[in-house]
Structures are given as C-alpha cells and as structure tokens.
Nanobody
Framework: QVQLVESGGGSVQPGGSLRLSCTAS????????MGWYRQAPGKQREFVAR???????WYRDSVEGRFTISRDEYEPTVHLQMDSLRPEDTAVYYC?????????WGRGIQVTVSS
C-alpha cells in the first residue's frame, strides 16, 4: 500500500503563487511516477504535472512555464510550485503515484484563485 499526504494550497489572487507538497509512505521506492492531478467543480479530473517513469518532468500545456514540479533528494516528497495563477486553476489538487501498475491518490487539497 502507498499513502500520500498533501499539504499547502489555499486561496490567492490572480497572478499569485502557491506551493503544494506531497509526501509518500508505504510500498514506494522513489518519486518516479509521482505527480499531480486536479478536479474543478463539474469537471473531470485532469492531469497537471508528473515525473515520468524515467524521472523526467511532464506538464499539461496550460500550466507549462507557470508550474514547476520538483522533488526532495532524500525523502519521497514531490512539490508543485504554481506561479502566475489564474482563476481557471481553481480546483482540488490530488497527489498521484503510479506504483506496481496501480494508481494511488491523496485526499486532495483546495486551491482557489480569485480576486
């Protein structure tokens, strides 16, 4: 089993920044395959950013250049630095880990971008 715990998030005005963190525990060897998804009200959950199985960062087009995914060197933790936030970034953000052909999810954390 893999457990994922998110932190960070909150409310910010358009153009502002927030940082999300996700720490994994359990049967997970490294942060390859970990990343972030989001779900806005009335919409399907969508991919945001992740590390590929080879450890390369990968972003959805609408966040490329504004969001940065990173990870700790010695802890199973990934971060999502979100800059130049827009109202359309408002959503519940979920940490995801794809381990042993299974998706694992955190509980989600709210990000609200509003003036």
């Amino acid at each position: 089993q893999v457990q994922l715990v998110e932190s960070g998030g909150g409310s910010v005005q358009p153009g502002g920044s927030l940082r999300l963190s996700c720490t994994a525990s359990g049967s997970i060897r490294n942060t390859n395959g970990m990343g972030w998804y989001r779900q806005a009200p009335g919409k399907q959950r969508e991919f945001v950013a992740r590390f590929t199985s080879k450890g390369n960062p990968w972003y959805r087009d609408s966040v490329e250049g504004r969001f940065t995914i990173s990870r700790d060197e010695y802890e199973p933790t990934v971060h999502l630095q979100m800059d130049s936030l827009r109202p359309e970034d408002t959503a519940v953000y979920y940490c995801n880990a794809f381990v042993d052909n299974t998706d694992h999810w955190g509980r989600g954390i709210q990000v609200t971008v509003s003036s």
